[in-house]
Each structure stands twice: as structure tokens, then as C-alpha cells.
């Protein structure tokens, strides 16, 4: 029998009406729909609240053709891990499908079992982030039923970064889209959130390694160690980024803002990787 998991962040990250969803989306689509389409696989997306970062979401969505087969989704566990006993540093659902306000999508199980240990199944970290959420709605809007690959990961360092990198080479093709959950800063002083942002994106820009700015603080992005494990991999190997839209207290604009009526902040934005 089919396992099907209701999803549970809605009516905190985004509302749980469809109608309601479609609404919003539509009314993004208004100011902030790309204005052409992308031969790129391979973006960077935030995680907050509709409410800040569906504009960044729909420009994205709205620039991606529809000539991919499954959507691998991969963001950082915010909690780092669970289960200290655990051997793993990456996990993803058990489940078949997920249940979303916009319709089910299915979990692409052959990929999901050829690439992945049963042990690495673990729903709990799928129940703490949301962010994975927030991109299934966009997904089942714009591309209908596409299968989706979900990993949780832990990267910290570059061994695990380069592991990751090796399973990744095994599925991820010219027929896969790839989503990176990840924002530019954490919540923190808004003149140093300001600075780590403007940072992350000149690494960005110019493929640095970011868990090495990572670790001498110089940056402090949650997808540091996700970003570079797609980097090292043989279809993305040295390839740079090319930053989209950066929001920030509700302010969306294509280059990075001071925002000086508050204490601490948090920088979210778009990033989409070169085709050459």
C-alpha cells in the first residue's frame, strides 16, 4: 500500500487554503515573473515565510523550462543531528508521496533505493525543516507531477562534502532539476548579517569554498556545506553562481541593501548556476 505524509507547516510558512496559495502566487507572478526561461538545472532558493520569500520563489519557477524528469531537493538540517548514534549525515523520507494544500507529489523510490541505505530513512527531519515544504507547492503549481528526491544533509566538512558529491554523480543528470534550500545569513545583527551576505555573495560569484569561509567566519550561510558538495560534482564541478534577487525586511532588489531600522536581520536570496 501507497504511504502518503500529510505536510504540517501550513498556516505557519504558508497558508494551508489552495486557493488562498494560487492567490498569492499569482499575484507574485504580477511583478516578479522572470522574464525569460533558463538552460539551468541547478538554483538556490531561501526558506522564511511565503509572506518575505515567494517573490524570490516565483522568479526562479517562472525562469525554469519544463524539460526535466525529477526535482531533487536538498537543504540543511537546521538541528544538525537528531540521533547522535547515527553513522549518517544525509537522510531522507520514508514515505511514497506527500500530501500538499496543491495536490500529492511522489517520491522517486527507484532513485531513492538504488542511492540510499534504508538507515538513512528518518521522516523526523523532515517534520523540523520546512523549507522543503515551501518548494513542494511550487513544484506541484508549476511542473504538476514531477517525482521529487527530498535529502536532509549534514555537511561539515569537506570528506562528507566530497561523499555527498559521489552519490549525487550517480543520479543527477541532464534531466534532473536541483533546488538548494539555503539563506545568505542567519538572523543576527543586521550590520554583520549585512556583511556575511555581501560576502557570501562574492563567494558565490566567484566559486569559492564556502565551508573554508565558513569556518573562518567569514560567512555563516546554512547551505555552505550543500552548495559545495553540488559543486564538486562531475555535471557541476567549479561552476559559479549568478545571484537573482536578494530580499531583505520585506525589501526585494537585484543588488544587496543596508537596512538600518533594525536590530538584527536576515538576508534571503535567489541564485541561479552559469550555464558556461
Known amino acids: 500500500m501507497k504511504k502518503i505524509e500529510k505536510t504540517i507547516h501550513q498556516d505557519i510558512f504558508y497558508p494551508s487554503n489552495e486557493n488562498e496559495i494560487k492567490n498569492m502566487i499569482e499575484n507574485c507572478e504580477k511583478k516578479y515573473k522572470a522574464n525569460s526561461k533558463t538552460d539551468s538545472k541547478l538554483f538556490i532558493l531561501p526558506h522564511a515565510s511565503y ?32 540521533d547522535q548514534s547515527s553513522p549518517y549525515n544525509l537522510f531522507i523520507p ?6 500538499t494544500p496543491l495536490g500529492i507529489l511522489d517520491l522517486d523510490k527507484n532513485v531513492i533505493e ?15 525543516e520546512s523549507s522543503f515544504e515551501q518548494l513542494y507547492l511550487l513544484i506541484k503549481h508549476y511542473f504538476g507531477n514531477k517525482t521529487i528526491v527530498p535529502i536532509c544533509a549534514i555537511i561539515e566538512n569537506a570528506k562528507q562534502s566530497k561523499d555527498f558529491a559521489s552519490i549525487l554523480n550517480t543520479f543527477v543528470d541532464d534531466r534532473t532539476l536541483v533546488l ?7 538572523y543576527q545583527n543586521s550590520s554583520l548579517s549585512y556583511t556575511k551576505t555581501n560576502n ?8 569559492e569554498r564556502l565551508l573554508q569561509l565558513q569556518r573562518k567566519n567569514i560567512i555563516d550561510s546554512c547551505g555552505c556545506g550543500i552548495i559545495d558538495s553540488i559543486i564538486k560534482t562531475k555535471k557541476y564541478k567549479n561552476k559559479s553562481w549568478i545571484v537573482n534577487l536578494i530580499e531583505v525586511e520585506s525589501k526585494i532588489s537585484t543588488s544587496i541593501t543596508k537596512v538600518n531600522n533594525v536590530k538584527k536581520c ?8 552559469k550555464d558556461n
Request: net charge negative; proline share 3%; glycine share 2%.
Open 114 to 128: 538504488d542511492h540510499f541505505k534504508e538507515d538513512m530513512k528518518n521522516d523526523t527531519y523532515f517534520e523540523e
Open 51 to 82: 509572506e518575505f520569500i515567494l517573490p524570490l520563489l516565483v522568479n526562479t519557477f517562472t525562469s525554469i523550462k519544463n524539460d526535466f524528469d525529477k526535482v531533487v531537493i536538498i537543504a540543511p538540517s537546521h538541528l544538525g543531528k537528531i
Open 200 to 207: 557570501f555573495i562574492k563567494a558565490l560569484e566567484n566559486d
Open 180 to 186: 538548494l534550500s539555503a539563506n545568505a545569513s542567519s
Open 266 to 273: 536576515v538576508y534571503h536570496l535567489s541564485a541561479t548556476i
Open 94 to 99: 520514508s514515505y511514497d508521496a506527500i500530501n
